[in-house]
């Protein structure tokens, strides 16, 4: 198994992804590693570790950003064509069988940005709120199994769960820092 040849596959891939704006995660990027590994040497045991990852990042100067705003939005013909393959996907399963799930975040003490004001002096506000908890909601197709609410927060134990036993709330609760969804909660 030669790693210079994973490693130039998988660089020249990640150059045509982002080209069409398409955003590649860390695991995408190692899932894809470990596939070119498998198509170059069917009995490679190549793992594309976290440290590989680290080290391709580093070999080509690959850094992680957060991707704002719509100046780079997705080619319409890139989402066309996806839109044909995930039928293709999605025909051989149950509609019983094909899930949806989507996050949104809940600012809870957000307060509203608009105003009826008697003049127009009267307009300046405070500083905003930016305490919230993350919310994702799955279900099939059908609606017929919805999964329990993962609700993310910033502490495993709030105050105002303070005589509540967490485990028997009608929801998944979950913490971190930043009260936002990551791969490890996501898989659990």
Known sequence: MNLIKIS????????LQRSKNIPIPGPILQQYARDIAQKLDESTNFRAS?????????????????????????????IDGWKVRLHTIIEHYDACNIFNCDETSL???????RSLVINRNDCRGG???????????CSNMLGTE????????????????????????????????????N???FTE
């Open 8 to 15: 130039t596959h998988v660089y020249e891939w990640f150059i």
């Open 50 to 78: 976290n440290g590989w990852l680290d080290r391709f990042r580093t070999r080509y100067n690959i850094h992680f950003r957060t991707i704002c705003g719509e100046a780079r939005a997705v080619d319409p013909c890139t």
């Open 107 to 113: 600012f809870y003490k957000l307060m509203p940005d």
């Open 127 to 137: 500083k905003r709120s930016k305490d919230r908890y993350t919310v994702m909601l």
């Open 146 to 181: 919805k999964l329990k609410p993962v609700v993310i927060g910033k502490y495993a134990k709030p105050r105002c769960f303070k005589n509540i036993d967490i485990k028997k709330l009608p929801v998944q609760w979950f913490s971190n820092r930043t009260a936002w969804m």
């Open 183 to 185: 791969s490890k909660i």
